[in-house]
């Protein structure tokens, strides 16, 4: 299982500098991936522009949204941004796209919530044959275009998983329910006779520090969760604060068949990355630049 | 806060109790319509979870409780002549009178206000409260007045069941399975006192009716049952208490919750009695409720918090409820299974319980069951077996070692004129390797417009033979395994790119015109293919013929044809891509005709002593496509022709028609047309493990299984 970390663009009041320096770092530390997350009504980043900008400053890290809510944009205009962010990483970009959770998002982008299964369906379509074709967009790095995961929770999904794209990727919780869901990834693979096996990506949320440091992370996840009611107050208690929780996280997201484990932060600090980098270290855990 | 429970049942004793004792400042009247001591229903049952959250919630009651307990660990099956036994199920079960009493006194003891026998029509009649906890049952007349708020659903069962009790002892959970000349008769019973047990009888509404029990009274009923299990009994009376037949009422309620109104238990969810748990479900959600409002300093959102955390535990246990309920309901699938198979069968029913659990519960009851499965399959009784996946089966003249199919799946690493090479050989040698018995090939096109990529393998000439008797060397000779073929024509979904990339799309170049039963698209980006001419019909029969014939000449042992997942023959047996309107179209039968056709003129071709085998779509899981009834006839229907045994597959009729995946997804279809059509089976739907192969076998689920494990030497 390889580790990745999130940048802290999720979280509201993250000052522009902070994200480029956290990218710049990342790409030298002992992660394998940088991840961005997606909501429209809120303080956030929009995904796709952070990820643009990390590819000018990283070299080496893969790029992913987990996830861009897909049914929000415009299918050629979300594939040639895609392409573009592809052709200027070098080929990097791991594109994760769901229905997201959240009808607001929708009403403010002018979009039906009722069809948005429908819409992804469609952008799923045809996404990879406009990076084939290459007519509206750069080349991309590889003639299939970037790497394409989906999100969520849904029979559905699972299916859309096996039937247009390399692997699904878990919006977070215990390891215990990305085995559920991962099981439900590769018996849709299974069936649908695909090759090999889906790509697995997962997430989590971590505050390292004092208690001041995990109140403010648990204070976000709140927040951020809010829509949820009281899951949120679940996700927050799910908080990472300890490299012991860290590691048996870890543990059983790859026991459960994880590819790859993104770690978000929730305090916009570059400390909080120093730190995960230094556990990450101490695990043992230092990505390997060659030979992956 | 002023508290008033409408309901003095398990969830309304047991609410009121802990929140009090949480925040004595509250006031909270409990009020009952009926007495204190008069009660329905004669035990209830609880697991050792549910007692150790009892244990958490409240000392006092739950010593008391366990105190009164009747603990036992044992299943009886009474079916046909036999009684089977398997043990190690810890059960404890209390008097519902007992439960109530205890309940009763510690809610006095913490200082709430009893009211008994008093029934309200209006909520005026209740004065001010703060908080209005429902605990008033299925028949709730809170839920009924805010019915557009509350927005429930009850859905009746199909069979007819009414409550008795038993003045007799038992030692365990009883199950009694009793046919008459009107139909059968199942029993669920256990020990609930000291005395006496509980005695639940059931039936469908055909026996029901048969047995004039529509028209009986009480005392009738009471003696009509006291016959039938007079041997059960043993002389001991059967007690009544108001009892009536009813059709069991599952309720579901989409808001749990109504300003400061609350339902709770049995007043907003009902799960079918044979898993035992309405009554742990309503203490539970008391608990849950006390909980909510202590950490909650808002009313608002306390409720909201309790809706949150029961709704989906609540759903789970429905879950598993209907499915034992349908299994009670469809009792009759079961009948042909002897006693052991029919046994494991229903201990097994809801999926909670496998192989593995019950062989840890009790080792002599698994050894049993290896040993009867075993006797049946060698014919011939011995002292030890191994587990049901390692026995050998016999289909025709042909053996298998175990029960394990292998496959290298759809592999596209062939030349394009259809010739396997040797990545392909590798592969499926792999399978053989592994320790499968039955190594199973992804789909072989039967003709060149049938293959479904270009690089897909082939049967359609008398060339391959050579490199197809190559394989089937390299399985005979370096493995125990034998080898099975798919043939398959792609119809509309041919002529794609590799599914590296994604299912279903088109090629860019060098496609071919595709045929189908109807000319639809299998995606909107797909091509159309042509509606299938007489001519058509004629070059695919002789294509399969053709190429069971190569395979016969190859020495391979075991044939199949594709009839599932949208490819050419499925194409004719779904109505929703067959719209034909010549004989090869419209009904049932007439979709069937054209693979039919097929079918039997590959079994006149495939030699008599080779089994031959039909992979079929079971459901298109879409509206106004096939379901597992038309299944079951096509596949009784195959078996009059000659298949000697069904893979059940499901959906990809369409690309709307997917199915909810999961471990072991098609497990429960496979055990439906298995046992409603007579027909083995054999199943996939991703299984990984030997303990779901076990159990799916033990249970006559299914004879053979695909695992979907990496092999080991690959």
Same mark, same amino acid.
């Given at each position: 299982?390889?580790?990745?970390?999130?940048?802290?663009?999720?979280?509201?009041?993250?000052?522009?500098?902070?994200?480029?320096?956290?990218?710049?770092?990342?790409?030298?530390?002992?992660?394998?991936?940088?991840?961005?997350?997606?909501?429209?009504?809120?303080?956030?980043?929009?995904?796709?522009?952070?990820?643009?900008?990390?590819?000018?400053?990283?070299?080496?890290?893969?790029?992913?949204?987990?996830?861009?809510?897909?049914?929000?944009?415009?299918?050629?205009?979300?594939?040639?941004?895609?392409?573009?962010?592809?052709?200027?990483?070098?080929?990097?970009?791991?594109?994760?796209?769901?229905?997201?959770?959240?009808?607001?998002?929708?009403?403010?982008?002018?979009?039906?919530?009722?069809?948005?299964?429908?819409?992804?369906?469609?952008?799923?379509?045809?996404?990879?044959?406009?990076?084939?074709?290459?007519?509206?967009?750069?080349?991309?790095?590889?003639?299939?275009?970037?790497?394409?995961?989906?999100?969520?929770?849904?029979?559905?999904?699972?299916?859309?998983?096996?039937?247009?794209?390399?692997?699904?990727?878990?919006?977070?919780?215990?390891?215990?329910?990305?085995?559920?869901?991962?099981?439900?990834?590769?018996?849709?693979?299974?069936?649908?006779?695909?090759?090999?096996?889906?790509?697995?990506?997962?997430?989590?949320?971590?505050?390292?520090?004092?208690?001041?440091?995990?109140?403010?992370?648990?204070?976000?996840?709140?927040?951020?969760?809010?829509?949820?009611?009281?899951?949120?107050?679940?996700?927050?208690?799910?908080?990472?604060?300890?490299?012991?929780?860290?590691?048996?996280?870890?543990?059983?997201?790859?026991?459960?068949?994880?590819?790859?484990?993104?770690?978000?932060?929730?305090?916009?600090?570059?400390?909080?990355?120093?730190?995960?980098?230094?556990?990450?270290?101490?695990?043992?855990?230092?990505?390997?630049?060659?030979?992956? | 806060?002023?508290?008033?429970?409408?309901?003095?049942?398990?969830?309304?004793?047991?609410?009121?109790?802990?929140?009090?004792?949480?925040?004595?400042?509250?006031?909270?009247?409990?009020?009952?319509?009926?007495?204190?001591?008069?009660?329905?229903?004669?035990?209830?049952?609880?697991?050792?979870?549910?007692?150790?959250?009892?244990?958490?919630?409240?000392?006092?009651?739950?010593?008391?409780?366990?105190?009164?307990?009747?603990?036992?660990?044992?299943?009886?099956?009474?079916?046909?002549?036999?009684?089977?036994?398997?043990?190690?199920?810890?059960?404890?079960?209390?008097?519902?009178?007992?439960?109530?009493?205890?309940?009763?006194?510690?809610?006095?003891?913490?200082?709430?206000?009893?009211?008994?026998?008093?029934?309200?029509?209006?909520?005026?009649?209740?004065?001010?409260?703060?908080?209005?906890?429902?605990?008033?049952?299925?028949?709730?007349?809170?839920?009924?007045?805010?019915?557009?708020?509350?927005?429930?659903?009850?859905?009746?069962?199909?069979?007819?069941?009414?409550?008795?009790?038993?003045?007799?002892?038992?030692?365990?959970?009883?199950?009694?399975?009793?046919?008459?000349?009107?139909?059968?008769?199942?029993?669920?019973?256990?020990?609930?006192?000291?005395?006496?047990?509980?005695?639940?009888?059931?039936?469908?509404?055909?026996?029901?009716?048969?047995?004039?029990?529509?028209?009986?009274?009480?005392?009738?009923?009471?003696?009509?049952?006291?016959?039938?299990?007079?041997?059960?009994?043993?002389?001991?009376?059967?007690?009544?208490?108001?009892?009536?037949?009813?059709?069991?009422?599952?309720?579901?309620?989409?808001?749990?919750?109504?300003?400061?109104?609350?339902?709770?238990?049995?007043?907003?969810?009902?799960?079918?009695?044979?898993?035992?748990?309405?009554?742990?479900?309503?203490?539970?959600?008391?608990?849950?409720?006390?909980?909510?409002?202590?950490?909650?300093?808002?009313?608002?959102?306390?409720?909201?918090?309790?809706?949150?955390?029961?709704?989906?535990?609540?759903?789970?246990?429905?879950?598993?409820?209907?499915?034992?309920?349908?299994?009670?309901?469809?009792?009759?699938?079961?009948?042909?299974?002897?006693?052991?198979?029919?046994?494991?069968?229903?201990?097994?029913?809801?999926?909670?319980?496998?192989?593995?659990?019950?062989?840890?519960?009790?080792?002599?009851?698994?050894?049993?069951?290896?040993?009867?499965?075993?006797?049946?399959?060698?014919?011939?009784?011995?002292?030890?077996?191994?587990?049901?996946?390692?026995?050998?089966?016999?289909?025709?003249?042909?053996?298998?070692?175990?029960?394990?199919?292998?496959?290298?799946?759809?592999?596209?690493?062939?030349?394009?004129?259809?010739?396997?090479?040797?990545?392909?050989? !590798?592969?499926?040698?792999?399978?053989?390797?592994?320790?499968?018995?039955?190594?199973?090939?992804?789909?072989?096109?039967?003709?060149?417009?049938?293959?479904? !990529?270009?690089?897909?393998?082939?049967?359609?000439?008398?060339?391959?033979?050579?490199?197809?008797?190559?394989?089937?060397?390299?399985?005979?000779?370096?493995?125990?395994?034998?080898?099975?073929?798919?043939?398959?024509?792609?119809?509309?979904?041919?002529?794609?790119?590799?599914?590296?990339?994604?299912?279903?799309?088109?090629?860019?170049?060098?496609?071919?015109?595709?045929?189908?039963?109807?000319?639809?698209?299998?995606?909107?980006?797909?091509?159309?293919?042509?509606?299938?001419?007489?001519?058509?019909?004629?070059?695919?029969?002789?294509?399969?013929?053709?190429?069971?014939?190569?395979?016969?000449?190859?020495?391979?042992?075991?044939?199949?044809?594709?009839?599932?997942?949208?490819?050419?023959?499925?194409?004719?047996?779904?109505?929703?891509?067959?719209?034909?309107?010549?004989?090869?179209?419209?009904?049932?039968?007439?979709?069937?005709?054209?693979?039919?056709?097929?079918?039997?003129?590959?079994?006149?071709?495939?030699?008599?002593?080779?089994?031959?085998?039909?992979?079929?779509?079971?459901?298109?899981?879409?509206?106004?496509? !096939?379901?597992?009834?038309?299944?079951?006839?096509?596949?009784?229907?195959?078996?009059?022709?000659?298949?000697?045994?069904?893979?059940?597959?499901?959906?990809?009729?369409?690309?709307?028609?997917?199915?909810?995946?999961?471990?072991?997804?098609?497990?429960?279809?496979?055990?439906?047309?298995?046992?409603?059509?007579?027909?083995?089976?054999?199943?996939?739907?991703?299984?990984?493990?030997?303990?779901?192969?076990?159990?799916?076998?033990?249970?006559?689920?299914?004879?053979?299984?695909?695992?979907?494990?990496?092999?080991?030497?690959?």
């Amino acid at each position: 299982m390889r580790v990745g970390v999130g940048l802290p663009t999720g979280i509201a009041g993250t000052d522009g500098q902070l994200v480029i320096e956290w990218a710049r770092r990342a790409d030298a530390g002992p992660f394998s991936s940088l991840g961005v997350i997606d909501r429209l009504v809120y303080g956030n980043y929009e995904p796709l522009t952070v990820l643009a900008a990390a590819a000018a400053v990283t070299q080496r890290v893969l790029l992913a949204t987990t996830i861009v809510i897909g049914p929000l944009h415009n299918n050629a205009l979300l594939a040639k941004v895609a392409a573009s962010i592809d052709a200027l990483s070098g080929g990097r970009l791991v594109l994760g796209l769901a229905v997201g959770a959240r009808k607001e998002d929708y009403d403010a982008a002018g979009i039906d919530y009722r069809t948005r299964g429908k819409r992804l369906t469609e952008q799923l379509a045809t996404l990879r044959s406009l990076w084939e074709e290459g007519s509206l967009s750069p080349k991309t790095a590889r003639a299939r275009g970037p790497e394409l995961l989906i999100g969520g929770l849904s029979d559905q999904g699972f299916a859309r998983v096996a039937r247009y794209a390399d692997g699904y990727v878990h919006g977070g919780g215990p390891p215990k329910a990305f085995a559920r869901a991962a099981d439900k990834a590769r018996a849709a693979w299974c069936d649908a006779g695909r090759p090999g096996r889906p790509q697995l990506w997962a997430q989590g949320y971590f505050a390292l520090g004092n208690d001041d440091i995990e109140e403010a992370g648990a204070h976000y996840l709140r927040d951020y969760y809010a829509f949820t009611g009281p899951f949120a107050e679940r996700i927050a208690a799910g908080l990472l604060t300890s490299p012991q929780a860290i590691a048996q996280f870890m543990r059983g997201y790859e026991e459960a068949g994880c590819d790859e484990l993104v770690l978000f932060p929730t305090v916009p600090d570059i400390a909080q990355l120093d730190q995960m980098a230094d556990i990450l270290r101490g695990l043992g855990r230092d990505f390997n630049y060659t030979t992956d | 806060m002023k508290i008033i429970i409408l309901g003095a049942g398990p969830a309304g004793l047991y609410a009121g109790l802990l929140i009090k004792k949480a925040s004595p400042s509250h006031d909270i009247t409990i009020i009952e319509r009926n007495a204190a001591d008069v009660t329905y229903g004669w035990g209830v049952v609880f697991s050792d979870r549910t007692l150790a959250s009892f244990q958490r919630a409240d000392y006092r009651s739950y010593e008391q409780i366990t105190n009164r307990f009747v603990i036992w660990d044992a299943i009886d099956v009474h079916y046909r002549e036999a009684t089977i036994r398997c043990g190690g199920h810890v059960i404890a079960s209390i008097a519902r009178k007992d439960l109530l009493n205890i309940l009763q006194r510690r809610c006095k003891e913490v200082g709430i206000n009893l009211v008994f026998k008093q029934e309200i029509h209006d909520l005026a009649d209740l004065g001010s409260y703060d908080l209005l906890i429902a605990a008033d049952g299925v028949n709730s007349i809170v839920r009924k007045i805010y019915a557009n708020h509350f927005k429930s659903r009850v859905e009746p069962g199909k069979a007819r069941y009414i409550w008795l009790g038993a003045q007799k002892v038992l030692d365990a959970f009883t199950f009694i399975f009793r046919e008459n000349e009107h139909g059968l008769f199942q029993v669920h019973a256990y020990p609930s006192s000291g005395t006496t047990s509980t005695f639940i009888v059931e039936c469908d509404e055909a026996t029901w009716l048969n047995a004039g029990l529509d028209s009986a009274n009480e005392e009738q009923s009471l003696a009509y049952c006291h016959q039938l299990f007079a041997k059960d009994l043993g002389g001991a009376p059967l007690l009544s208490n108001n009892s009536r037949w009813i059709n069991f009422p599952t309720l579901k309620t989409e808001s749990w919750h109504y300003q400061n109104i609350v339902l709770l238990g049995d007043a907003v969810h009902t799960a079918h009695f044979s898993i035992g748990s309405g009554t742990k479900l309503a203490m539970e959600d008391a608990i849950a409720l006390a909980t909510a409002l202590e950490r909650q300093p808002n009313l608002e959102d306390a409720l909201n918090e309790y809706e949150l955390e029961r709704k989906p535990v609540v759903e789970i246990f429905q879950k598993a409820a209907q499915v034992s309920q349908e299994y009670f309901e469809t009792i009759k699938r079961y009948l042909g299974l002897e006693p052991m198979q029919f046994t494991f069968q229903l201990l097994t029913r809801s999926g909670r319980i496998s192989y593995d659990d019950l062989r840890l519960r009790d080792p002599r009851f698994g050894d049993a069951v290896d040993r009867w499965f075993g006797q049946r399959a060698g014919k011939r009784r011995t002292s030890f077996a191994p587990p049901p996946m390692f026995t050998p089966i016999e289909l025709r003249t042909l053996t298998l070692a175990n029960r394990i199919v292998s496959s290298p799946g759809a592999q596209e690493t062939c030349e394009q004129d259809g010739t396997a090479n040797d990545e392909y050989l !590798t592969r499926i040698k792999n399978c053989g390797l592994s320790g499968a018995g039955l190594v199973m090939s992804g789909p072989v096109a039967v003709s060149a417009e049938g293959r479904i !990529t270009p690089n897909c393998a082939g049967m359609y000439d008398t060339r391959y033979i050579t490199a197809w008797a190559k394989i089937v060397r390299a399985i005979h000779d370096k493995t125990t395994a034998k080898i099975a073929i798919q043939l398959n024509h792609a119809g509309r979904r041919g002529a794609t790119q590799s599914r590296a990339e994604g299912l279903d799309r088109p090629l860019r170049q060098g496609s071919w015109p595709l045929i189908s039963a109807s000319a639809l698209p299998y995606t909107p980006h797909s091509q159309v293919p042509r509606e299938m001419s007489r001519s058509d019909r004629e070059i695919v029969h002789n294509d399969f013929v053709r190429a069971a014939s190569i395979a016969e000449r190859a020495g391979v042992d075991l044939l199949q044809l594709n009839f599932a997942h949208g490819y050419l023959l499925a194409s004719f047996l779904s109505p929703l891509t067959n719209l034909r309107c010549d004989e090869y179209g419209g009904d049932l039968e007439g979709r069937m005709r054209f693979p039919l056709e097929v079918f039997d003129a590959v079994r006149d071709v495939w030699p008599t002593n080779k089994p031959l085998s039909v992979a079929l779509s079971v459901t298109d899981y879409a509206r106004g496509g !096939t379901g597992v009834e038309d299944a079951v006839i096509y596949a009784r229907l195959l078996k009059k022709h000659g298949c000697d045994i069904l893979e059940v597959k499901a959906g990809q009729t369409t690309i709307e028609s997917e199915p909810a995946y999961g471990r072991g997804f098609l497990t429960q279809l496979s055990e439906q047309v298995r046992n409603e059509a007579n027909i083995p089976t054999m199943v996939g739907g991703y299984l990984t493990t030997s303990n779901e192969v076990n159990t799916i076998l033990a249970a006559g689920r299914a004879d053979l299984c695909i695992m979907d494990i990496p092999l080991r030497n690959g």
